[in-house]
């Protein structure tokens, strides 16, 4: 995980760090950026941390490792609801762009 810390940042902590949730402002645009795991309790947290942002908001996944189908699903909808999706790696982008009623494998975490 990065070890950088910004003033506004949010970070999700459960037992050991899974994900870290970096938000800021980009001139017009709310920039949350995630690094690690978007799965379990972390989805909550990410949830609450970019809670009230007016938009425009982008959501920058460069750093973004893996994802569980619920993390996926909520980045469907945050991008179904017009926030912008940047910088995902290829296998994650490949399952945000699976159609959702495709069955998932059990247990299926992007990018493990």
């Known amino acids: 995980m990065s070890s950088r810390v910004q003033p506004g940042t949010r970070i999700a902590v459960s037992g050991r760090m899974d994900l870290w949730i970096g938000v800021r402002d980009r001139g017009e645009v709310r920039e949350i950026c995630l690094e690690g ?9 990410f949830e609450r941390a970019s809670q009230g942002l007016e938009p425009p908001i982008r959501i920058d996944l460069r750093q973004l490792l893996s994802a569980d189908d619920t993390g996926l699903a909520t980045l469907r909808a945050r991008q179904q609801a017009g926030e912008e999706l940047v910088g995902a790696r290829p296998l994650i982008q490949h399952l945000l762009d699976r159609p959702e009623e495709e069955p998932p494998g059990e247990s299926n975490e992007a990018g493990r």
């Open 37 to 45: 795991r978007l799965a379990g309790e972390a989805i909550a947290e």
